[in-house]
């Protein structure tokens, strides 16, 4: 089926979000210091929506109900609005994930009406916000945005890069969304990827500081429940060896297996990745222009490489059970640096199709 032909019956969300993180461009109108995707203005990749939208309408087949677009900034990407309509009817609930610095724009605000969330990236207190944006009007772009969002009515929620910051951000990050009329805040771990590596010193977390954090994430949690959901990409060690399926260390059958594809990522070379963002290449399903369906693809990555994604999460889980020292665990990120370090030390690693 193509994505011109029929409107889905949408998945029941109860059952939880099985989602495609989709990159579609890595053009953005800001170049922030910590970008893992080293995106930036007048870069030119576009992912081509005939084969985006069609791989999609497999994906949903496979029971894939929602969308994270982000970039790059999507509303940035030209295709923005054939992607979003289309999703919408097929009846996936729409993500979007922007620094908010191009909300003004009418075509971007008319696009909102085929959105279900929208995640505004914020940086911390208005200064350090405008330095890690490498931008001075950075935080009053994303205020307009804010505002932009109320008057359409659009849910929205703030996410938020945690990193060798004050750890009172965090209280302070919870008013500012509480009085925003924010409905989330989601906490993210600074990721040394991309142009982080160059300031790696100014961002990175201690363990102490992860701790701290991690801590006054539950107190915040509790404190704010019913007022503001919380979410932080942590994981405690003892949560993943006293439940390794949460780390896919499972005695694998063909139903668990689903797990390893839980969420895929589409990057801007229009690749499909499982784990997350910055996955290498030798790992993945497949590409959109392929034009087959997801299900083939699943079939012919269980044949020829699922067995090496199990023995990276194998070395992963064992890794994490091992090290007494690293108790908080962005368990994604320690997959995909893993997997960067077995390609960088085997040269002789191969794993096409
Ligand atoms: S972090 Fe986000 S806003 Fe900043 S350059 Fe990267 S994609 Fe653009």
Not at 9 to 31: A, D, F, W
Not at 58 to 80: C, M, R
Not at 83 to 93: P, Q
Request: aromatic share 10%; hydrophobic share 35%.
């Amino acid at each position: 089926m193509t994505s011109t032909e029929t409107k889905h019956t949408p998945h029941s969300h109860r059952e939880g979000y099985k989602v495609i993180q989709i990159h579609p461009t890595l053009n953005c109108n800001l170049k922030c210091l910590h970008c893992y995707s080293e995106s930036a203005p007048g870069l030119r990749g576009q992912l081509e929506i005939g084969a985006l939208n069609d791989f999609l309408s497999s994906a949903f087949d496979e029971g894939y109900n929602s969308i994270a677009v982000s970039g790059g900034d999507p509303f940035l990407y030209h295709d923005l609005d054939k992607l979003l309509k289309y999703t919408f009817s097929a009846g996936y609930y729409n993500t979007i994930t922007t620094n908010g610095g191009l909300l003004k724009s009418v075509r971007n605000q008319e696009l909102l009406q085929f959105v279900n969330l929208v995640a505004v990236s914020i940086d911390g207190y208005k200064e350090e916000h405008n330095f890690i944006r490498n931008n001075v009007a950075a935080f009053d772009h994303m205020l307009a945005a804010l505002e932009v969002l109320r008057q359409h009515k659009t849910n929205f929620g703030l996410i938020h890069m945690l990193h060798n910051e004050p750890i009172e951000v965090l209280s302070w990050l919870c008013e500012f969304a509480i009085a925003e009329k924010a409905g989330l805040v989601h906490l993210h771990p600074v990721e040394i990827m991309g142009r982080a590596s160059a300031i790696a010193s100014k961002l990175e977390l201690t363990e102490e500081m992860k701790h701290q954090f991690y801590i006054l994430f539950q107190y915040y949690k509790q404190k704010y429940d019913g007022k503001l959901k919380m979410q932080i990409d942590l994981i405690h060690r003892d949560h993943i060896l006293e439940f390794p399926q949460l780390a896919y260390q499972y005695n694998c059958t063909d139903i668990c297996d689903t797990n390893y594809f839980r969420e895929l990522i589409i990057d801007e070379k229009g690749n499909i990745l499982p784990v997350t963002y910055g996955m290498p290449v030798e790992y993945a399903l497949g590409n959109i222009q392929e034009r087959i369906s997801l299900t083939e693809m699943i079939k012919r990555f269980r044949q020829l490489k699922l067995s090496k994604l199990r023995e990276l999460y194998t070395d992963v889980y064992s890794q994490i059970r091992d090290d007494e020292d690293h108790e908080l665990i962005n368990f994604p990120e320690s997959v995909v640096n893993h997997a960067r370090k077995i390609i960088k030390e085997d040269s002789n690693f191969e794993m096409a199709f």
